[in-house]
């Protein structure tokens, strides 16, 4: 399935962008399927102890540097890890090591922003006056502002909100900070809830907005679960007009990224972007 046009000819404030896993390849090749169709690409990096990893060489990086020069393709990174100070025995969190790593080893890309979690599983129930989560929240801030002052420029390190929290659990942990946001709409659409008031919320540190589909968040069970992370055909056209036209009305200037995987999922949340924008703009 090809498009007859890329989203450059959309018009659009912001930069339209989609993961690295598109075609079942590596990075670079995925860089350069994407390029004539996409503005950015987001790099979901993993690894394995003892086992896979795809984290880029320095070579790897350079090419890739390379071909968004010669296509103006920018790159959004995803950091390994969700962020907390301390592991549990007390040490250094093994995930601030792995964030800096990968800031340096992808900054020759000049990221648009690097997406990260926060490690917030200890806390999730906690009561919003409990010391424990104000104990969390201090020292989240701390390892958040390391990885701000590794990345050089603060609000392009994008706090993501993830599925199964209160929307604003990363905010009052943001707020000690400089860091950007990254309001990731499929999480809100998969818990039920609407996205355009965090989106208007977040606006002056938003830096990266999060597309995806959701399937049978209104039916779902232990034995048939919500899916997100699917196609945007499956979203309906009011909903995905509804979030353009806030992020327009916003006048946001980061990366809408698309955030699925694989070929028809790609192709299809393209077009279902496309007809949006042919209704909002």
């Not at 959309?10 to 590596?26: A, M, N």
């Not at 296509?71 to 964030?99: C, I, N």
């Not at 309001?183 to 996205?195: K, R």
């Amino acid at each position: 399935m090809t498009i007859e046009r890329s989203v450059r000819t959309w018009g659009l404030p912001f930069r339209i962008g989609t993961t690295s896993y598109i075609v079942p390849d590596d990075l670079l090749p995925n860089a350069a399927f994407l390029a004539p169709y996409v503005q950015d690409m987001q790099l979901v990096l993993f690894e394995v102890a003892g086992g896979p990893s795809n984290l880029p060489t320095a070579a790897d990086v350079a090419a890739l540097a390379a071909l968004g020069r010669a296509h103006d393709l920018t790159y959004t990174v995803h950091l390994l890890h969700d962020l907390r100070l301390y592991d549990e025995s007390g040490a250094p969190a093994l995930a601030l090591g792995k964030a800096r790593q990968v800031i340096e080893l992808t900054q020759p890309l000049r990221p648009q922003a690097r997406v990260c979690h926060l490690d917030g599983r200890g806390v999730r129930g906690a009561e919003a006056a409990s010391p424990a989560l104000a104990a969390w929240q201090a020292d989240t801030a701390a390892a958040l502002s390391q990885v701000c002052g590794w990345a050089g420029d603060a609000r392009r390190v994008a706090v993501e909100n993830l599925e199964g929290y209160a929307p604003e659990f990363v905010t009052p942990v943001v707020a000690r900070t400089q860091a950007g946001r990254c309001v990731d709409v499929g999480h809100l659409w998969l818990d039920g809830i609407d996205p355009l008031p965090h989106l208007v919320a977040a606006r002056d540190r938003l830096a990266v907005a999060h597309l995806h589909g959701v399937t049978g968040a209104q039916a779902s069970s232990p034995a048939h679960p919500a899916r997100d992370h699917v196609s945007l055909a499956y979203v309906a056209p009011a909903q995905l007009d509804a979030v353009l036209r806030c992020l327009l009305d916003l006048r946001f200037g980061g990366v809408l990224t698309l955030e699925v995987f694989g070929e028809e999922d790609f192709w299809s949340s393209l077009t279902a972007v496309e007809a949006a924008v042919g209704r909002v703009v």
